[in-house]
């Protein structure tokens, strides 16, 4: 079963720019809490950035603020990620996150419940 699916990764050189959205599937309730983890070769699963029902509640990892932006469309049910300013150690697979759970935004992936496949991302210095 496909959770979600993740687009706008690609290849890009230090400070240039992407922007990832996601798109639920298959679901018959509203997503209140989205957000999205990456993963790069050898390491753990790591928070990047999360977003609320209402869209003004944002929380991001140290490492993005400031460079990255999250925000949602709920007419679409979609999650975007708007990547500026890129660093070669943002290099990483992807993931966007949902729940349908009325809970605070959390760093925690055990917090989420439905997954997309990833989206590769790679920053060349």
């Known amino acids: 079963q496909v959770q979600a699916v993740e687009s706008g990764g690609g290849l890009v050189q230090a400070g240039g720019s992407l922007r990832l959205s996601c798109a639920p599937s298959?679901?018959?309730?509203?997503?209140?809490?989205m957000g999205w983890f990456r993963q790069a070769p050898g390491k753990e699963r790591e928070f990047v950035a999360a977003?609320?029902?209402?869209?003004?509640?944002?929380i991001y990892a140290h490492s993005v603020k400031g460079r990255f932006t999250i925000s949602r469309d709920n007419a679409k049910n979609t999650v975007n990620l708007q990547m500026n300013s890129l660093k070669p150690e943002d290099t990483a697979v992807y993931y966007c996150?949902?729940?349908?759970?009325?809970?605070?935004?959390?760093?925690?992936?055990?917090?989420?419940?439905?997954w997309g496949q990833g989206t590769q991302v790679t920053v060349s210095s």
């Open positions: 996150t949902t729940d349908y759970r009325d809970q605070p935004l959390s760093v925690m992936p055990e917090r989420y419940t439905y």
């Open positions: 298959g679901r018959s309730f509203s997503s209140l809490v």
């Open positions: 977003i609320g029902w209402s869209g003004g509640n944002t």
